[in-house]
């Protein structure tokens, strides 16, 4: 079956432009999140959606990092106003449903690279 | 808050050795779980396991053999007769089923290279 995609794989970027990622989810699966991983380092968490329930949004590094999530499916991560440390690899993940005991399977992740 | 440790950075081994990846955890709560994941040079994150709080059993599957053990907090990863396909960053990671825990917190990872 059809695991998590992510669009696009790469997006290089000019500091202070916006940038869309997007996220397509395994289907079934309703529960998503991002995380982002800088070079050489482990995975951040940034935001997670389950179901109709409010995202938990604990993990946005500031008010430039956004997400929406449509229903159980696609989901968005926007990123506004790029500064440079914005540069990394950002994971999307699912799994069966959010309660932590069921594992998550992520995408390939889109590698950002803000010049 | 919940936190998880990879002291070894960089494991180096040659062929067909075993080899064991350590890790340690901290929670406060008393039903969590946790996953090891491999990550290769291509970069995506593949699932190797799930253990539960509450199983301490031990899992074996292949050459691959997981020990949880909840008095010392670890949860250790070995590979038996190494190949150089096992050549990846493998990170142990924890979640809980209580509020903002539910997101997997990752370790920082072991680049494990088997040499040939």
């Known amino acids: 079956g059809a695991g998590v995609s992510q669009s696009p794989s790469n997006k290089v970027t000019e500091k202070g432009k916006d940038v869309e990622l997007r996220c397509d989810p395994i289907?079934?699966?309703?529960?998503l999140y991002w995380y982002r991983q800088r070079l050489g380092q482990g995975l951040e968490f940034l935001i997670y959606?389950?179901?109709?329930?409010?995202?938990?949004k604990s993990g946005l590094p500031s008010d430039r990092f956004s997400a929406e999530r449509t229903g159980e499916s696609v989901s968005t991560l926007t990123i506004q106003r790029t500064q440079q440390e914005d540069s990394a690899v950002y994971l999307c993940a699912s799994s069966l449903e959010g309660s932590g005991r069921y594992e998550q399977y992520f995408g390939p992740g889109t590698r950002l690279t803000v010049t | 808050a919940q936190k998880v440790t990879q002291a070894q950075t960089e494991i180096s081994v040659v062929e067909k050795e075993d080899v064991t990846l350590d890790c340690v955890y901290e929670?406060?709560?008393?039903?969590?779980?946790l996953f090891w994941y491999k990550q290769p040079p291509s970069g995506e994150l593949v699932f190797l396991i799930r253990?539960?709080?509450?199983?301490?059993q031990n899992e074996i599957s292949g050459r691959y053999s997981w020990n949880f053990q909840k008095s010392t907090s670890s949860f250790n990863f070995t590979i038996t007769a190494s190949q150089v396909v096992d050549s990846a960053v493998y990170f142990c990671a924890l979640s809980s089923s209580s509020g903002s825990a539910r997101q997997l917190t990752f370790g920082s990872g072991t680049q494990l290279t088997v040499l040939p």
């Open positions: 929670t406060r709560d008393t039903t969590y779980y």
């Open positions: 289907s079934g699966h309703t529960a």
């Open positions: 959606f389950q179901g109709n329930s409010a995202p938990d």
């Open positions: 253990r539960n709080s509450f199983d301490e």
